[in-house]
């Protein structure tokens, strides 16, 4: 059918394009991250998905090194790769000593297209990040089931059963235009803090994790805030100083979303 409307628009495509079919479970996995299916209940067949970034090697604690009259150079990379290293006066030492804890990778969670299922759990435990579906407003919710899809509220309620870490709304019916759409929001709110509305071309930083008390946390946990519209480099590093945040940019377009942006100027 897609080849069947680009032939009766006269389009032709100049790069090759491959289709692969979804099945439940991990669909896409390298030595950086992995990609996880889960089917959702739509009433046609349709996926959320899971990115987990995998965990990196903890910090190289140079300070150390550096007591034991090491210089700076290639054998710190040695080091820093975990390799068991003999010194040139003889002593042999271990690089994963100089290593700090391993940074636990961040999990991105993408919920559209669904009404409420068990899966959406599955998808979104312990996500640093879950971009969610919200449709209809709570006053809808017969609606957003008949239609296979969520409400604001509901969205919230899964990120709160999932502990999550943030929720953006997206996929917001044209329903809901101007401060309309602030209402979703507030439904949102009621059981899970602040949460944001994606709008096109956004921008979002995601810090690494860190181990606080025994428990992964995220550092922008407990930090709600609202985003400029415009997201410029001199907007971006502000925000980098503000949380002293490690460089993630995570990119989101959202061509087809009709959502609206709501803007608060924390700085």
Known sequence: ?????????????????????????????DQQFAVSAFP?????????????????????????LLKLGLKSGPLFGKIKAGEIVKLENGLTINGKDF??????????????????????????????????????????????????????????EHARAAHAHQ???????????????D?????AKKCFF???????????LISQQRKVKGKTKSMLDNQY????RKTDKQFIQKIEQHFSLDRLTSTVLAGRFSSVPLIEDFF
Not at 133 to 138: D, I, L
Not at 195 to 204: A, D, E, G, Q, T
Not at 225 to 228: E, L, Q, S
């Open 167 to 181: 929720l953006i709304l997206t996929h917001i019916s044209a329903r809901y235009l101007g401060k309309m759409a």
């Open 99 to 156: 290593l700090g804890p391993d940074r636990p990778g961040r999990i991105i969670a993408i919920v559209l297209d669904t009404k409420d299922t068990p899966e959406i759990i599955k998808a979104a435990e312990q996500a640093d990040v879950l971009v969610h579906e919200a449709t209809y407003g709570a006053e809808n919710s017969i609606m957003a089931k008949r239609h296979g899809h969520s409400t604001s509220l509901q969205a919230a």
């Open 40 to 64: 959702m209940n739509h009433g046609i067949e349709d996926y959320a998905y899971r990115v987990v970034e995998k965990d990196t090697v903890g910090q190289l604690q140079v300070e150390k």
């Open 1 to 29: 059918m897609f080849f069947s409307v680009l032939r009766a628009a006269q389009v032709r495509l100049q790069y090759r394009i491959n289709f692969i079919q979804v099945r439940p479970g991990i669909i896409f996995e």
């Open 194 to 204: 602040v949460v944001p509305i994606l709008h096109m071309i956004w921008k979002f």
């Open 183 to 187: 209402q979703l929001v507030k439904q």
């Open 225 to 228: 805030f609202w985003f400029k």
